[in-house]
């Protein structure tokens, strides 16, 4: 059975975007800020289109608030420098425990706000 998601690849994928931690980070902030301003603005005679804006802008933000996450997470996996086989063992439960939790949240943002465009 091959195994389509593990640890190391996740590992690999962080090492490849770890120059964009900061910055992902930086842009949720600023974007959940500039969310917490526009949502202040909207009054019922606010076109729908600048509602969808500001929703989008709030899922933007959760989608690199999650994806700075995960460099973050996975840049360095703690059992690839650890020697004693029990700690081994313990560090990649955990890394097999975040890789099944961020196999789940990575795609989230994106498909709630899909679904709630579709549903209202």
Same mark, same amino acid.
């Given at each position: 059975m091959k195994i389509w998601v593990s640890p190391e690849m996740f590992n690999n994928i962080a090492i490849t975007l770890a120059e964009y931690r900061w910055k992902l980070l930086l842009w949720s902030l600023l974007a959940f800020l500039l969310f917490t301003v526009?949502?202040?603005?909207?009054?019922? #005679?606010?076109?729908? #289109?600048?509602?969808?804006?500001?929703?989008f802008i709030l899922f933007a933000a959760l989608q690199a608030l999650v994806i700075a996450s995960f460099i973050f997470?996975?840049?360095?996996?703690?059992? #690839?420098?650890?020697?004693?086989k029990q700690w081994h063992k313990f560090y990649r439960t955990i890394e097999w425990c975040e890789t099944i939790l961020f196999g789940f949240i990575l795609p989230l943002p994106a498909l709630l706000f899909i679904y709630a465009f579709f549903t209202i």
């Open positions: 526009l949502q202040n603005q909207v009054v019922p #005679a606010t076109p729908s #289109a600048l509602i969808w804006l500001v929703i997470f996975f840049r360095i996996l703690p059992s #690839a420098k650890n020697n004693n």
